[in-house]
Each structure stands twice: as C-alpha cells, then as structure tokens.
C-alpha cells in the first residue's frame, strides 16, 4: 500500500517564478491538506482541498493556490516566488467521517527561492 | 503569542535513558492531541493521537494530556539511538476539523 507521494522531491526556483508541486494521497484517502515548514520550525497549515473544492484555508496570500483532481491528487501553485517561500512544503492525506481522521504525510518537496 | 509553544532544544540523553517532551497550548477549543516525529529530511510520522485528557500507552511511547493545565506531554522509555529526530506536537478543534496547528519542534539525539 503506497503511502501519500509527493513530486519532485527537490526544487529550486528563481524570485518572481512560479511553482507547481504535485501529491497523490494514501490508497483510500479523499482529502488532502497542504503545509509549509520553514527551517527549524513546525508545518504551517496553507489549505486543504475534498470533493475537488477547498475546504478550509491557513493564513496564506492569494499566491498560493491548489487544485484537486477527481482522483484525489492535488496541486499546489504558488505564484510570484519570494525568497521566503523557501521551504519545505508538505501534502497530508485522510479520509473525513473515520472514527479517527488522523493526517498522514508525505516526504515533502523542499522549494529553495533564490 | 503562538497557540503552542515547545522547547526547540536540542535534548541530548544517553541510550537507555526516560525522555520527556512537551508542549503548552493556549486555545481550550483543541480537543484532539497529537505526537509527530520527523527524521531528517522526511515528513512527520504521526506516534500518537488522543481526545481530551489522559493518558495513551504505546510500546515504549506514553503521552498525556491535561486539559485544565493546557499541557501535553510525550513519553519515551528506554530510549534508543532510532529515537534520535525532532518530535512534533499536534493538535486540532474536533475530529474532522481541517486545521492541525503545530509547535515548532524539539530536536531529540540519543547519544549511544
């Protein structure tokens, strides 16, 4: 059984790109939540998509934004690179209405900004 | 002020060693508590997951939740040097709640 898979693993970007980053959830899974984790620091929550729409958004400007297919698999687009998006940026899946909907992670892409 | 703090160490204890990590939280609406660890490198891997207060028992992992204190607490007997990683706390409103906030992280080495 395939956990929650994430591509590419490794990025880097130059100020003012744009970025895709691609995540495919746990077998079973509908529901996928983003984060961004900053060095040293915890998983920030950016948004988290079902039912292709999203469901509930963090503190994150517009550039971010996120897609979800009808196969579950998700997209993150961050627009108009700055050097703090530098990061390591996370994908969770799980599936609503479990008795427990715990999140389960991906390895991560890590993004450098430059 | 941030909704959970935890000290980021580093804690460094020998093989063998009882280690305890933990965390302060100031939102009373979090019900569901949760323990992360993350190698190097990799995404968390959740070790623990509990509602409300108590405590949970898992092999050699125990956390604990005191909600009137708003303080959580993980565990780890007989550590091992496998055990060396950052250790994450969790937590979120409700059960289908989206939303998991984090603390920052304590980095853990189990020196052999």
């Known amino acids: 059984d395939a956990g929650v898979t994430q591509s590419p693993t490794h990025l880097i970007k130059t100020r003012g790109q744009q970025v895709t980053l691609r995540c495919s959830p746990k077998?079973?899974?509908?529901?996928v939540s983003w984060y961004q984790q900053a060095l040293g620091q915890g998983p920030q929550f950016i948004f988290q998509?079902?039912?292709?729409?999203?469901?509930q958004r963090g503190n994150f400007p517009d550039r971010f934004s996120g897609h979800q297919f009808p196969n579950y698999s998700s997209e993150l687009n961050v627009n108009a690179l700055l050097l703090g998006d530098s990061a390591l940026y996370l994908c969770?899946?799980?599936?609503?209405?479990?008795?427990?909907?715990?999140?389960?992670f991906g390895p991560g892409t890590r993004l450098l900004v430059l | 002020q941030k909704e959970v703090e935890q000290d980021p160490g580093p804690l460094s204890v020998p093989e063998g060693a009882i280690v305890s990590l933990n965390c302060t939280y100031s939102?009373?609406?979090?019900?569901?508590f949760m323990w992360y660890r993350q190698y190097s490198r990799k995404g968390p891997e959740l070790l623990m997951y509990?509602?409300?207060?108590g405590n949970k028992e898992d092999g050699r992992f125990t956390a604990q939740v005191d909600k009137s204190s708003k303080y959580i607490s993980l565990f780890i007997r007989d550590s091992q040097p496998s055990d060396s990683a950052t250790y994450l706390c969790?937590?979120?409103?409700?059960?289908?709640?989206?939303?998991?906030?984090f603390g920052s992280g304590t980095r853990l080495s189990i020196r052999p």
């Open positions: 969770a899946s799980s599936s609503p209405g479990t008795s427990q909907e715990t999140q389960y």
């Open positions: 077998s079973g899974h509908d529901t």
């Open positions: 998509y079902y039912e292709e729409e999203e469901r």
């Open positions: 939102n009373s609406a979090f019900q569901y």
């Open positions: 509990t509602y409300s207060s």
């Open positions: 969790a937590m979120k409103r409700g059960s289908s709640a989206s939303k998991i906030i």
